[in-house]
């Protein structure tokens, strides 16, 4: 059995362990490996930029979650990772977001 699958085993109650076991595993040491941390935060960066969905990553929406769910060596830096990855999202998603047309008076005048 190798450090990874002992890793996962570890963490049977988290469904994206099984459903994400390599993904989860490098997300686990985020607050202890500098790699995966800037791993997490170039995820979050191009997150609305690049197709993640055939890759077997676990996505933003259960960062938070994944952060508050696990153990950490350090779980300030854990929190403030996963904290600031899922604000990078969010904030790339308000600019891609179409903003709303105003009406022009002629627009309103010609009904």
């Known amino acids: ?12 109650e988290c469904p994206a362990a099984t459903e994400y076991a390599v993904h989860h595993d490098r997300l686990l040491t985020v607050d202890v490996d500098p790699d995966e941390l800037l791993a997490l935060l170039e995820m979050a960066v ?18 938070l979650t994944f952060a508050e769910t696990h153990r950490w060596t350090h779980p300030e830096r854990a929190e403030r990772a996963f904290s600031l990855a ?4 969010g904030r790339r998603s308000a600019e891609l977001s179409p903003e709303p047309q105003l009406a022009t008076v ?5 009904g």
Do not use: F, S
């Open 86 to 89: 899922v604000d990078i999202v």
């Open 1 to 12: 059995m190798t450090a990874a699958h002992a890793r996962t085993l570890c963490c049977h």
């Open 46 to 63: 191009t997150w609305h930029e690049l197709d993640y969905g055939e890759l077997p990553v676990l996505g933003p929406a259960a960062w």
């Open 106 to 110: 002629l627009d309103l005048v010609r």
